[in-house]
C-alpha cells in the first residue's frame, strides 16, 4: 500500500512524490543564484505529497478546490 498525500489523501509513489523537507537556506548574494539548492543540514520528514497537489498550491489554488465557476 502506498502512503498518502498530506494535502488531497490520494496514495502516492514515493518514488515520483514530493517529500517535505526542511533545513537551513544562505541568502543568495547574486542575482544568478536562486538559493534552493544551498540548503543545509537537511532533514526529510514523512510527509509525501502528489504532484498535481504541489502544482496547484505553486499557482496559489487550494487543493481542496474544485473549480472557479
Do not use: Y
Amino acid at each position: 500500500m502506498n502512503p498518502a498525500c498530506t494535502f488531497c489523501g490520494g496514495e502516492v509513489d514515493e518514488r515520483s512524490a514530493f517529500r517535505r523537507v526542511s533545513g537551513w537556506e544562505r541568502k543568495a548574494v547574486v542575482a544568478s543564484r536562486k538559493g534552493g539548492s544551498d540548503i543545509v543540514l537537511r532533514q526529510s520528514h514523512d510527509e509525501l505529497a502528489c504532484f498535481a497537489c504541489i502544482t496547484r498550491l505553486r499557482a496559489g489554488v487550494n487543493v481542496a478546490q474544485e473549480s472557479l465557476v
